[in-house]
């Protein structure tokens, strides 16, 4: 599985962005598939996430502010971002897990996509 990730850039505190995350490969083994970012000096945290049963969780930082869709036709991922803050300056990165079969039967992998910069002046 691939990831290609788009759509960062930079935006006034209250405003809106866009992310895309296309996913290329064996998506049918992609269980759940998501974002998360990483600012700087700080480690990288959970944003959002999205099931194959179309089941979104939210951190709670941006809960009310952030809509995880997908588009299982493109196969791509979108995360809506609006009321946009200056805290959320981050590089995001997309992120699926992805079934992998092994000689034991399977397991679970991170796969990860390069990051786009989302940057909120104030």
């Known amino acids: 599985v691939q990831l290609q990730a788009s759509g960062g850039g930079l935006v006034q505190a209250g405003g809106s962005l866009r992310l895309s995350c296309a996913a290329s490969?064996?998506?049918?083994?992609?269980?759940?598939i998501g974002w998360y970012r990483q600012a700087p000096g700080k480690q990288r945290e959970s944003v959002a996430a999205?099931?194959?049963?179309?089941?979104?969780n939210y951190a709670d930082h941006v809960k009310g502010r952030f809509t995880i869709s997908r588009d299982n036709a493109q196969n791509t991922v979108y995360l809506q971002m609006k009321s946009l803050k200056p805290e959320d300056t981050a590089v995001y990165y997309c992120?699926?897990?992805?079934?992998?079969?092994?000689?034991?039967?399977?397991?679970?992998?991170?796969?990860w996509g390069q990051g786009t910069l989302v940057t909120v002046s104030s």
């Open positions: 490969g064996r998506t049918s083994n992609i269980n759940a």
């Open positions: 999205i099931t194959t049963g179309d089941i979104a």
């Open positions: 992120h699926a897990k992805v079934f992998v079969a092994t000689i034991e039967g399977g397991a679970e992998f991170d796969y």
